[in-house]
């Protein structure tokens, strides 16, 4: 239990479909994130949250609609993706400005486009 | 433009021997993170380094930073299985912009 939950743990969705990635953080933290790994590929910032507004957007395309109805709860909205974009999807969450202990992390969701 | 670079970026290591893992990231920064990720699963938190000079010990794993030579390092003393995993590094460039270096994948070798 990382106290940062991610929902679901595994998605396959066709390039016309929509979903939504649910995160989760049990944790009081203030800021949330949003992040893209790819194979061979860095850790990718996509999003930010701060008490629920955004404050980075990473030049992310617009098939990609975070949300963040409260400062637990984060959402990233999915429609009309391509195969490029399967890969992990992690969610993180801190306390900012004076981050002690860094990010937790949530476990993922695997998304694979097809 | 912060930029983080680990390397190596594969290692492949006998039980019982030691080795570093370098972190170098190109802007000023008083902050630098290691985390852990075994195959298919999240990332874990290692270590925090705060400062210059800030070293930080769990286990067979020590990290430190030296913010001057812009460079933190994670030695492994007397590696063992259950070591294997990617590590990663990550630094920050002001609130919220947390960058992350390209990953070490680790192999320990009984």
């Known amino acids: 239990e990382t106290g940062v939950t991610q929902t679901p743990r595994h998605l396959v969705m066709g390039m016309t479909n929509k979903k939504s990635l649910k995160c989760e953080q049990h944790?009081?933290?203030?800021?949330m994130y949003w992040y893209k790994q790819s194979a061979k590929k860095p850790l990718e910032l996509m999003f930010v949250y701060s008490l629920e507004e955004r404050v980075e957007n990473n030049s992310v395309p617009s098939r990609f609609s975070p949300e963040c109805p409260n400062s637990s709860h984060l959402f990233l909205h999915l429609h009309t993706l391509q195969p490029e974009d399967s890969a992990l999807y992690l969610c993180?969450?801190?306390?900012?400005?004076?981050?002690?202990?860094?990010?937790?992390f949530g476990s993922g969701t695997r998304l694979t486009v097809v | 433009e912060l930029k983080v670079e680990q390397n190596p970026l594969f290692l492949s290591m006998q039980e019982g021997k030691n080795y570093t893992i370098y972190c170098n990231y190109s802007t000023t920064s008083d902050r630098l993170y290691w985390y852990r990720q075994d195959p298919g699963k999240s990332l874990e938190s290692l270590f925090v380094l705060l400062s210059n000079g800030a070293v930080k010990q769990e286990g067979r794993l020590m990290a430190s930073l030296d913010t001057k030579a812009r460079l933190s390092t994670l030695h492994i003393t007397a590696a063992v299985h259950d070591l294997s995993a990617t590590y990663f590094c990550a630094s920050t460039s002001g609130t919220y912009k947390y960058i992350f270096g390209t990953g070490t994948r680790l192999k320990v070798l009984a």
């Open positions: 944790l009081g933290h203030n800021a």
């Open positions: 993180a969450s801190s306390q900012e400005p004076e981050p002690n202990y860094g990010y937790t």
